[in-house]
C-alpha cells in the first residue's frame, strides 16, 4: 500500500474514533497548605476527548542544579529527620479517578503531621499520573492481521509546601560570573537559601551596555531550597563589540503563584562586567 | 506472517485551558508509523507525535521519557521500536519547524518561553518480515517535573 493512503487511513481513523486521553491540566501548579487548615485541593481539567484515568501519589525531592548550571529534581526515597519531608502525610482523595472529558475534578489534599511538628516548612512532590492514549490500530498490509497499540503515561510532577508557624526566607547572592559563549552571555551564581522556608521569586538579568542601555533581558522564576548554582543565557546577538554589564538580581515577586503564598525577602542584587568580541 | 507495512498511532484532541495559573501536559498528534518506511522523523507534521506543555514564562521542566524498545505481542512476539538521539525536539514557539533537538532517551531541560510549548517525538518501528499475527502493545512514559 502506498504511503499516502496510508496517512489518510490514519488521520481518517483519527476522525472517527473516540480518541484516548492524554495527560491532564493541574491548578495550582505549586501548592501550598497551611498548618492552621491542613489541607488544600489541586483542581484537574480533563481537555481530551476521552475520560482520563489519574492517580496521584507523592514523594520527596527538591530542585536542585547539576554541574552544568541546569535544574534538576534530587528526590530522596526514604528521607531521614534532617530532610524536611512532608511526603508521608500528604494524603490525596481521592486517589484514583477518572475525570470524564472535558471535566474538571477538584482532588483534596489532607494533611496529618505528626504531633509536635516543629515550626517550618516541610516539602514533597505531587506526582499526578494519567493513564490513556490507547488507540487500537490495525496493521495495513496483504493480511492486516498484526495489531498495534501504544499506550501512554504522563506524569507530572509539581511542589508541595506544607508551612507551620511563621516563617522567613532570603537568599544569598555570590560567585556572579559571566563569560561569552557563541550568541550568548552565560550567567552563573551561587544561590544559598537563608532562614527556615525556601526561597520563591524571580530572577531577573540584564545586560546592559557602556550607556546604561539595557540590551537584553533575562526574568526566570526560581526556587532555591539549599544551594544552588543555576546556568541562564541571555541573548547578546548582534551586539556590538566592546564592555557591558551584566546586572542579575533576585526578587521575591511571582507573578504565577498567589501573592499569599510568597514570603517576602529583600532583593538582592550583584553585577559582572563582560566583553563582547 | 509477513507484514510488510505498519501502523502504528496514538491520537489525541486537543487541549483547552484550565482557568487560573495552571500547568500540565496534552497532546496533540500521536506518534505514527505508516508505510513501509517504517522511520518517522520528528519534522515529520504528518506522524510525529506531539506533546502541547503548558507553564509560566520563564520556567523550567524537565522531561523525560520512559520508552519501550519494543512491543509485546502473542505468545512473546515482539516488535522492535528504535528511538534515536535525534528523535525528540523542542519548540518554545510550538512550532514544528523550529526545534531544539534532544534525546529522547536522556533527559531534557525545557524552558518556556510563553505559556505553550511542544515537543515532538519521531521512531523507528522494525516491524520483521515474519512478524507474527496478533495484537502488539507498548507504552511510552512522559514525565514533566516542574521547578
Not at chain 2, 507553564?55 to 528511538?83: C, D, E, I, Y
Request: hydrophobic fraction near 45%; charged fraction near 15%.
Amino acid at each position: 500500500m502506498p504511503r499516502s493512503p496510508l496517512v489518510a487511513l490514519l488521520v481518517a481513523l483519527g476522525a472517527a474514533r473516540t480518541l484516548a486521553a492524554q495527560g491532564v491540566l493541574i491548578a495550582p501548579h505549586a501548592i501550598y497548605i497551611d498548618h492552621a487548615r491542613r489541607s488544600g485541593t489541586v483542581t484537574l481539567y480533563n481537555p481530551n476527548a476521552a475520560p482520563a484515568e489519574v492517580s496521584i501519589s507523592t514523594a520527596f525531592g527538591y530542585p536542585i542544579t547539576d554541574s552544568l548550571g541546569h535544574f534538576a529534581l534530587r528526590t530522596v526515597e526514604r528521607p531521614d529527620s534532617t530532610l524536611p519531608s512532608a511526603a508521608a502525610w500528604v494524603q490525596a482523595f481521592p486517589r484514583r479517578l477518572t475525570i470524564a472529558p472535558l471535566e474538571r475534578q477538584t482532588v483534596r489534599l489532607l494533611v496529618t503531621p505528626p504531633a509536635g511538628l516543629p515550626d517550618g516548612e516541610y516539602w514533597a512532590r505531587l506526582i499526578i499520573s494519567a493513564r490513556g492514549g490507547t488507540l487500537p490500530v490495525g496493521v495495513a498490509g496483504d493480511t492486516a492481521a498484526v495489531r498495534v497499540q501504544l499506550n501512554l503515561v504522563v506524569n507530572t510532577n509539581i511542589g508541595l509546601s506544607y508551612r507551620k508557624g511563621p516563617l522567613a526566607t532570603g537568599v544569598t547572592l555570590s560567585k556572579l560570573r559571566a563569560r561569552v559563549v557563541r550568541d550568548s552571555v552565560e550567567v552563573w551564581s551561587r544561590l544559598e537559601r537563608r532562614e527556615t522556608a525556601a526561597y520563591v521569586g524571580t530572577v531577573r538579568a540584564a545586560v546592559v551596555d557602556a550607556t546604561g542601555k539595557v540590551r537584553s533581558t533575562l526574568n526566570a522564576p526560581i526556587a532555591v531550597y539549599f544551594v544552588m548554582e543555576p546556568r541562564y543565557a541571555l541573548s547578546v546577538t548582534g551586539l556590538a563589540p566592546g564592555a557591558y554589564w551584566v546586572r542579575y538580581e533576585l526578587v521575591t515577586e511571582r507573578e504565577d503563584l498567589d501573592p499569599a503564598v510568597v514570603l517576602q525577602a529583600a532583593a538582592v542584587r550583584d553585577s559582572v562586567q563582560v566583553r563582547l568580541p | 506472517m509477513r507484514v510488510p507495512e505498519s501502523i502504528i498511532s496514538l491520537c489525541f484532541a486537543a487541549s483547552l485551558p484550565l482557568a487560573g495559573q495552571s500547568t500540565g501536559v496534552t497532546g496533540v498528534r500521536g506518534l505514527a508509523f505508516p508505510g513501509v518506511s517504517r522511520v518517522v522523523v520528528r519534522t515529520d507534521a504528518a506522524n510525529s507525535g506531539q506533546f502541547d506543555l503548558k507553564a509560566h514564562p520563564g520556567a523550567t521542566a524537565s522531561l523525560t521519557f520512559l520508552l519501550p524498545a519494543v512491543m509485546t505481542g502473542p505468545a512473546g512476539a515482539t516488535m522492535t521500536l528504535v528511538f534515536g538521539a535525534n528523535d525528540a525536539g523542542f519548540s518554545a514557539s510550538q512550532s514544528i519547524n523550529s526545534q531544539v533537538a534532544f534525546d529522547p532517551r536522556t533527559p531534557y531541560l525545557a524552558t518556556f518561553s510563553g505559556n505553550r510549548a511542544s515537543v515532538f517525538l519521531g521512531g523507528t518501528a522494525n516491524p520483521s518480515t515474519a512478524q507474527r499475527a496478533g495484537n502488539y502493545t507498548g507504552t511510552i512514559t512522559l514525565t514533566v517535573v516542574f521547578f
